[in-house]
């Protein structure tokens, strides 16, 4: 039987997403002005939730659970350097260069489904925690993935197609094909996803989203940052009571 609540919370963030994606559609100029700023903050966001709460909590319930922290953070790695050029900074145009973008976020996003499931089968409580704090980021999701798609060249109705797939229909994907495979498991055996998940989700936010943007105010992107950590940390510290 599905969880409902996790497939609502993944429906939340969808809507989330498709918001951030309306605000690039809207007023596309705030939004690339202050996209550094949305990248920043779910940077902090990101990065504070793998090392506060899944890694912590995950590795010793795996073998060599550091080694499945290292190959999600590999695997996110591989996808953004396929995305590079071929010096590895400058970004390619065009179809390829814009299904990378939505193929990593959409793991992350897909990832995302997977822990909705897992923590509302803890509790209703941790469940909860964990949705509002992974809603928070997706509407940031949105905006960074459309606008990267933007920047590739390809037609506007391509780029809104691949972002909506990539932001926004992977997160109930992974919470509905979750809820179908992992009924009745333990959630603690379920760690080496939950750490695969730890590993990618420092790539995106240490590295990706840490130097995303053009030029931006040091102190804004500063604030910006340990938001999205103090927000995580909140989430993390209630969580645990």
Known sequence: MLSEPAILAS?????????GLAAVAIARPWAERNEALFAAFA?????TTAVTHLIPEYVNAAPNGSFYVLGGFLALYALGALAAGGDGVS????LTAAILPALAIGFHSFIDGIVYTVAFANSMFTGALAAAGLIVH???EGVILLTLLLRTGVRRMTAYALAFIGAALTTPAGAILS???FEGLDPHSLASPHLIAAGALLYVGATHLANHGGPRPPRATLAAFFGGALVAAAFVMLSQH
């Open 11 to 19: 429906l939340a963030a969808a809507w989330a997403a498709t918001l």
């Open 43 to 47: 940077s902090g966001l990101l990065v």
């Open 91 to 94: 970004p390619r145009t065009g």
């Open 138 to 140: 997706e509407f940031s």
């Open 179 to 181: 809820t179908l495979a």
